[in-house]
């Protein structure tokens, strides 16, 4: 059986899953695997290496700016004007439907609050200038010409576990497959457990206990 700590890049992923596995019909379906096992973190992993800042330009039509491409979950934005005499102001998050957001702001003053609402950041009132956006980005994927990223850097027993999980799901081994999912569950509550004071520190309104919560439903 092959030894995790030698899985360094997306080939080699893939020789640790078919040693595992020790059978070559299904090789063909590995890549797909893998494919599948990110979708699963994108929805429940929030760590360093996902972290990005972007700068958008609002745009006065759409009362906002879309988000990048491969944007998981916000974790601050701040506002800049286009023009001087106000300072770059930092944003709070409201749902689009709330009373803040909906009316509960300053017409005529700066901007207050921000939402993400069909693909867009959206700004109240809006004024124009740019967003600089903290979020979580996407999970770079792994392929045959992409074979490293951070997270097989960082964790590759978590990307074996959840490779394992779906090809046993694959064969309809729900045994296995629940005993590999349980594996890159614990993983992956160990690597949220080294980036959740952070989180939690820029974004109050999520605790730990939630934060743990989520990750058990994505995986789900």
Request: neutral net charge; charged residues 25%; hydrophobic residues 40%.
């Given at each position: ?24 019909d ?84 700066p ?25 979580y ?52 509550k ?17 605790t ?8 058990a439903k994505?995986?789900?």
């Amino acid at each position: 059986m092959a030894d995790p700590a030698t899985i360094t890049s997306f080939d080699t992923l893939l020789d640790a899953v078919g040693a595992y596995l020790a059978r070559s019909d299904i090789d063909e379906h590995f890549p797909t695997f893998v494919q599948l096992t990110e979708n699963r973190f994108n929805s429940a992993l929030k760590a360093p290496g996902m972290e990005q800042v972007a700068t958008i330009a609002l745009d006065a039509t759409l009362k906002g700016a879309p988000v990048p491409a491969d944007y998981v979950e916000w974790i601050s934005a701040e506002w800049t004007g286009a023009k001087g005499g106000l300072r770059p102001r930092s944003l709070r998050f409201f749902e689009p439907n709330s009373p803040e957001f909906t009316f509960r702001y300053r017409p005529n003053g700066p901007p207050q609050y921000f939402t993400v609402l069909a693909g867009a950041v959206r700004i109240k009132p809006f004024v124009a200038g740019s967003i600089d956006l903290a979020f979580y980005r996407q999970i770079p994927p792994l392929s045959a010409s992409a074979q490293t990223n951070w997270l097989i850097a960082k964790a590759p027993h978590l990307y074996l576990y959840g490779v394992l999980a779906e090809a046993y799901k694959f064969q309809k081994d729900e045994a296995n497959a629940a005993k590999w999912r349980a594996d890159a569950d614990e993983r992956l509550k160990l690597l949220m457990g080294g980036s959740s004071q952070g989180k939690v520190g820029r974004r109050p309104e999520k605790t730990a206990e939630m934060e743990a919560d989520v990750a058990a439903k994505a995986l789900s």
